[in-house]
């Protein structure tokens, strides 16, 4: 995929770098940040992606954080993704400042007119970094995310929903729980629709019934699916008659 560099700036001995390209995910252009420690010339890196909060893009983390020696001694590259799809042409994307344009929420949205574009989970998750691989000297098996904000929900999701993907995770103000919040409220019944039941992830336990794990009070299911329900996560629980740890029925 061609990348077009904006700017480049030296900064600690390294770069600090902008770079547009055609989105696939987002059917758009998008910028992002991208700084290559010095160590960046001889050697594969690790990679830090940070995802801004609301109303930020590409800018706002490497113009204002301060980050850039930190990292230049540490041997980092830092990556920092807009916060969401521009100039798409969606009715409505530039009416506030906390839904659509630089509201993405990193999520990837299953309604109209959004879904065609607004797909920021996808990019963070899988289109960024495999260009971030093939374009830069950083070592994919050495990956961390962190963020800011509506960017932590990002971060959270990104996560938890790819568990061992990241080295590291970090959340800094995070918005702890966005279905719950105005701010999630309306953009997810703007994104994904106002079924509140396909905002979040079923949760399935298979537990075979003879584990012996089980029955000595070592595993304690029930204490997990009574957290789920007074919060309200749906969850399935099966118990499989004749089944134990090994996944086989006994002999």
Known sequence: MALTQISSNK??????????HDSVELNCKMKFAVYL???????????????????????????????????????????????????????????????????????????????????????????????????????????????????????LICALKNPGNYKSVSAFALICSPVLCPWGKRVFSGYLGTDQSKWKLDILIDQGKDDQFLLDGQLLPDNFIAACTEKKIPIVFRLQEGYELAGKQPL
């Not at 900064?11 to 547009?20: A, I, N, R």
């Open 37 to 155: 420690p010095p160590k960046a010339e001889v050697e594969k890196c690790p990679a830090l992606y940070w995802l801004s909060g609301l109303i930020c893009t590409e800018q706002n983390f490497i113009s204002k954080s301060g980050y850039h020696q930190a990292a230049s001694e540490h041997g980092l590259a830092v990556i920092a993704p807009d916060t969401s799809p521009r100039g798409c042409n969606i009715k409505g994307e530039d009416e506030s400042w906390d839904f659509g344009t630089g509201a993405g929420f990193y999520v990837d949205t299953t309604e109209d007119p959004w879904k065609t574009n607004y797909r920021m989970y996808s990019y963070v998750m899988e289109e960024l970094p495999q260009l971030i691989n093939a374009s830069f000297p950083v070592d994919p098996q050495r990956m961390s995310i962190c963020g800011h904000s509506m960017g932590d929900h990002g971060v």
């Open 11 to 20: 900064c600690f001995g390294g770069l600090q770098k902008v770079f547009e």
